[in-house]
């Protein structure tokens, strides 16, 4: 990639010539995409509890680790990742960390097929055919760069830099560059808060204000070790649960299996949704809205 400067006028770029593909990438070796999800598998040192972090079992090599898994997910569960020759075989919960205690939800169960399927894109793609025709070259990311870069120039010598707008989608450790890239390239405009979370995490946050007054964060223990026997922990006699099939959602910080622990425990549910769900067939009170 070439260092950015924004006083000369490009045209559109000539991308070199690369192989043809249309829509789907080669396929590269697994053993080079298996630590891109589980990077901090790489940093991990044995904690002072004596817990290690890796170690060898019927033949696999396992690794302990935390997924924060796309999309949708910021749970960080603790997973136990078995991997031979290079490759990941197979994904369990880690019954050590107290936040799942060995549990993990469908997401995670199906990571493999995820991290391995063949359509997963791994490399940039530029458009080689008319839109809408979905043909493809693959490129390097120094070619991918160059090109961002060559038409971002384009663009500004055409319409000035205020034409660009930088947003993101959600990604809480992220959001301290948006503003400082607009701003590099000589933009003011860049997206404070994350799109996706209009759409979704906003009007969750605008809902729950309506109904209890403010923002809370319900107590299943999870600040615990000891979890649900801690003896500091009250089980709730009676969670409301508004449209939320939670077994299945395991929703931002509330995973399905706590509340399930409750109800083993004698909390009872009251259930708002229009729809039968598994909790609302299990609910005290199932109040069905149109
Ligand atoms: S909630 Fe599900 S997807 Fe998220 S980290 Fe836990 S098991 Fe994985």
Redo the contacts with the bound molecule.
Sequence with gaps: MTEFATDDTLGTPDAPETPETSGTPATPDARDTFPLYFDSVLETADDPTGRKWTWEEDGYTVYRSH???GPG?H???GVLLYVKDGVLEKIEGDEENPY?QGR??L??LAFKEMLYHPDRLRHPLIRSGERGQNRWREVSWDEAYDYIEENLRRVFSLYGPETLYVAKGTGRDTNGYYARIAESLGSPNSSGAFFCGSSCYLPRIASAGLKAGAMFVSDYSQNSPLRFDDPRFQVPECTMVWGNNFPVA?SDGT?GWWLLECMKRGTKIITIDPKLTWVAAHSEIFLQIR
Excluded: Q, S
């Design positions: 997924a924060r898994t997910c749970d960080n569960c799942n993990l939800c997401r995670c395991n995973l």
